[in-house]
């Protein structure tokens, strides 16, 4: 094995290239933006016009192809796989309002679509033939344009030139959507629901959030469709087109140089594999060598405790919990009593989910005393602010050991029932 450490030298460049974008003047963002969105037009042109061939269609129809999108308008993306929760019909709940934004006379926006459902998937193949028949539209052909088949190529070019990528998950479903990332290096900017990444990177500075951070039923589709638009005309359209006399949209250039210098150098694959290296691979390779050196007492240590906890482990159980409140906390009082299993091989922990803006607890309770006339039942305590409700908070019981990586290793767990 390599020296271990030496690898932290690679995401520094990044914040480097990020903070050079505060030297680069307006105009050439905007002139990098606006060569950007034209190359690609044209390659959307050429892949739509391939499309439409492929379908047989009439010379007419190709010509039309050839000549789709207009370099020059505030262009959206939108591609994905097309599945419920991406909402891929979300934009068009209202057909009407969105030909008029479409067509805006002062504030035109075009949109490029590219996605595949799955064979089996009817839903999303119904998805993809309504987005394909309003393509179709004589009204707005020459602005929206659906691509068969997102692939890589096409992510590449839709990642390099379009102005807003537009995801539209319902929340909370999105791992992480990392189509929106690509478009940071690049100077585009996202519009999304609070999901995924852009649950973690959105300011109002760098671009723009569809609704709340609440989870809805089905009932929020409709809302945060009517928020789309809402932003697209009153925020998004107007800010792109609002030039001053050399042309350049100061405001929109500005939102663009804040999104590439403060979310680059962190929503990025270096970023992910620096985090990997640290958080995963790092502690693995320590732990490893730990456990191996000479006569490796540690992983035979590790082995008799995991041997002692799927033996013994079921032998726990819990006596009563309490709560009572003082002075702005919570104080948990906890009776566990811990079969055949040695005190010092588990944790007893107070956890709460992350909820409404809360954080996740997760407390190891103290250790007081034994409880009396037992055979090893301990008390265990634990105080936590009670800006949320007591009932937030279940007792667990959790293996524990210094080397040991839990749930990894050893996933034994206790929750306490009321
Ligand atoms: C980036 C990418 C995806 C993943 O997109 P998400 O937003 O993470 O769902 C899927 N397909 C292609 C071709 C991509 O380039």
Redesign the pocket.
Do not use: Q, V
């Given at each position: 094995m390599g020296q271990v450490g030496d690898y932290d030298s690679w995401l520094p460049r990044l914040d480097e290239a990020a903070r050079a974008v505060a030297q680069v003047p307006d105009e050439e963002l905007w002139d990098h933006r606006a060569a950007a969105r034209q190359t690609l037009v044209q390659y959307v042109r050429r892949r739509y016009e391939a499309n439409v061939r492929g379908r047989n269609a009439p010379e007419e129809a190709i010509r039309r192809a050839r000549h789709a999108l207009d370099p020059n308008r505030l262009t959206l993306g939108f591609a994905?796989?097309f599945t419920d929760y991406k909402r891929p019909g979300l934009l068009l709940q209202d057909e009407d309002r969105l030909v008029r934004i479409l067509r805006h006379p002062d504030r035109p926006v075009q949109r490029v679509a590219a996605g595949k459902a799955h064979p089996r998937d009817d839903v999303g193949k119904a998805m993809i033939q309504r987005m394909v028949r309003f393509s179709w539209r004589e009204d707005v052909r020459d602005r929206v344009v659906f691509l068969e088949d997102?692939?890589?190529t096409?992510?590449q070019h839709l990642a390099a030139g379009v102005d807003v990528w537009i995801?539209n998950p319902r929340r909370p479903m999105e791992a992480?959507?990392?189509?929106?990332m690509?478009m940071l290096v690049n100077g585009g900017l996202q519009c999304s629901t609070l999901d995924g990444w852009w649950d973690e990177a959105f300011s109002p500075e760098v671009g723009w959030a569809i609704g709340d951070r609440r989870e809805h039923d089905g009932r929020g589709d409709a809302e945060d469709g009517l928020a789309l638009y809402g932003l697209i005309e009153r925020e998004i359209a107007p800010e792109f087109y609002a030039r001053d006399r050399d042309g350049v949209p100061r405001a929109w250039i500005q939102r663009v140089r804040a999104s590439m210098m403060r979310l680059t150098p962190q929503f990025s694959a270096d970023r992910m594999v620096k985090d990997y290296v640290e958080r995963a691979y790092l502690p693995a390779a320590r732990a490893y060598r730990r456990r191996s050196g000479e006569g490796a007492p540690v992983a035979l240590d590790l082995e008799a405790w995991l041997a002692r906890l799927d033996d013994a482990f079921s032998t726990i159980r819990f006596g009563s919990v309490s709560v009572s409140a003082s002075d702005g906390h919570w104080e948990f009082v906890v009776q566990a009593y811990l079969g055949e299993v040695s005190p010092d091989t588990v944790a007893v922990q107070l956890y709460a989910d992350e909820i409404d803006g809360e954080g996740f607890t997760r407390l190891d309770m103290t250790r007081e005393s034994p409880i009396h006339g037992s055979v090893n039942g301990h008390i265990y305590r634990a105080r936590v602010p009670s800006t949320r409700p007591a009932v937030h908070f279940t007792p667990r019981i959790v293996p524990r050991h210094p080397e040991a990586f839990v749930p990894a290793e050893a996933a034994h767990i206790l929750w306490w029932r009321a």
């Open positions: 994905r796989r997102y692939d890589m096409l992510a995801n992480c959507g990392t189509s929106g690509k």
